[in-house]
């Protein structure tokens, strides 16, 4: 079975940074591109960044120069890097491989 569980979400002021984990299991990572998606209070869910097979990266126009996501295939997990955090990126984040998801996140921006 394929199980995905974001952690590392939580309260942090603009400005400030957080990494979120994807640990998976019933897969091996590194065979899957790893996608993360977030959803705002009231508004649709989408895409954030995803890493592909290659290592190669992909991150939406308004989180670009600011997140990093990266792979550890030892550990069977994805790490998203949130740096320079402002308020519109608070939203439930999760991480998903094909039409899988985890349970979500929740990363708040407050001052």
């Known amino acids: 079975q394929v199980q995905l569980v974001e952690s590392g979400g939580g309260l942090v002021q603009p400005g400030g940074s957080l990494t979120l984990s994807c640990s998976t299991s019933?897969?091996?990572?590194?065979?899957?591109?790893v996608q993360w998606y977030r959803q705002a209070p009231g508004k649709q869910r989408e895409f954030v960044a995803r890493i592909f097979i290659t290592g190669g990266t992909s991150f939406a126009d308004s989180v670009k120069g600011r997140f990093t996501i990266s792979r550890d295939d030892a550990e069977s997990t994805v790490y998203f890097q949130m740096n320079s955090l402002k308020f519109e990126d608070t939203a439930i984040y999760y991480c998903?491989?094909?039409?899988?998801w985890g349970q979500g996140t929740q990363v708040t921006v407050s001052s």
């Open positions: 998903g491989i094909f039409d899988n």
């Open positions: 019933g897969i091996k990572v590194s065979d899957y591109a």
